[in-house]
């Protein structure tokens, strides 16, 4: 069965940088759609970035856009989300997604499109 494993989270303060990982094991279909998604307390999941393994094409939401950066090594089976200048609102666990969907292009940032999840990884940015 396919799994996710993420990893990279931890406790910084505003305008630190975290980079987190997620390992797919469990497939080799190198096209695919990844997502990285985040929930704070007392809100709903909220997709961050996205990208299309096949053409490495990228969707971020505009809450991140310039700050976070998601890219995928296919020869590793990983992606990864780079983030910048955290902020406290980016508090939150970070759940890595995937998708054997094809797309053409980018890769939908709807929860309702990935089928496998992973546990999740905590991040924390204090002011």
């Known amino acids: 069965s396919v799994e996710l494993v993420e990893s990279g989270g931890g406790s910084v303060q505003a305008g630190g940088s975290l980079r987190l990982s997620c390992v797919i094991s469990?497939?080799?279909?190198?096209?695919?759609?990844m997502a990285w998604f985040r929930q704070s307390p007392g809100k709903e999941r909220e997709a961050v970035a996205t990208?299309?393994?096949?053409?490495?094409?990228?969707v971020d939401v505009d809450s991140v856009r310039g700050r976070f950066t998601m890219s995928a090594d296919n020869s590793a089976n990983t992606v990864y989300l780079q983030m910048d200048t955290l902020q406290p609102e980016d508090t939150a666990i970070y759940y890595c997604?995937?998708?054997?969907?094809?797309?053409?292009?980018?890769?939908?940032?709807?929860?309702?499109?990935?089928?496998?999840w992973g546990q999740g990884t905590q991040v924390s940015v204090s002011p």
């Open positions: 469990g497939t080799r279909q190198l096209r695919k759609c």
């Open positions: 997604a995937a998708s054997f969907t094809m797309y053409v292009g980018s890769c939908p940032a709807l929860d309702s499109v990935y089928t496998v």
């Open positions: 990208i299309n393994t096949a053409n490495n094409r990228t």
